[in-house]
């Protein structure tokens, strides 16, 4: 079963340090036979402000064609950014019984921890389903150079660990949502 998997990342500030972790694990994730990565850098969408159109058409396809999602987010004031919550708040139905995986970042020891416990419980919301572990990227600014190149590697295995769940779940809701119908 051949899988679409998007990772979104959660800023569009100037100088983020979180690409690079946003870009390691999009990386990661072509190493999995029969995985496609989707990256979503928000700067190249636009969602309109106010009125009633508050989609970008190409974000939506992606969402649709997508059978799982990887966020990675960096934590700010112990929240997550207001991009991610606005590019996760303009689709609904497309994310319903997918699951997702949520990376935090930070320059501190915490890795974001906060960041992610708030974005779970937007997710759940959205009908995502989210995976029991998480991964950190703390002291992002010690962990790749200039470059983005990551500096340790042992977060490569605990990135590729987390795939492999989410990889598990995502086949396993594609199925259901394929051959199950939901009881009314
Ligand atoms: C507005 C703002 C608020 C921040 N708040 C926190 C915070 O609450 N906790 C934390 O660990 N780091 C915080 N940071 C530092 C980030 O962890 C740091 O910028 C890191 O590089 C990840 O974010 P970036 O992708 O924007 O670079 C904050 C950074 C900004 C710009």
Known sequence: ??????????????????????KFVAEVGTSFKDVEITFVD???????????????????AIVDESDAFFIVTPEYNHGY???LK???DSEYNNYNKKPVAIAGVSDGPWGGVRAIEQVATVVKTLGLVVLKKDLHFPDVDKLFNDRGELLDNEFRERTKKI????????????????????EK
């Open 42 to 60: 928000p700067k190249s969408f636009d969602f309109p402000d106010e009125g009633e159109e508050v989609k970008d058409p190409k974000y939506t």
């Open 86 to 88: 606005r590019m996760l």
């Open 1 to 22: 079963m051949s899988l679409k998997i998007a990772v979104l990342l959660g800023t569009k500030r100037t100088g983020r340090l979180s690409e690079h972790a946003a």
């Open 163 to 182: 795939y492999k769940e989410l990889i598990w779940m995502a086949k396993t809701l594609k199925w259901g949502r394929e051959n199950l119908e939901l």
């Open 81 to 83: 950014p207001s991009t």
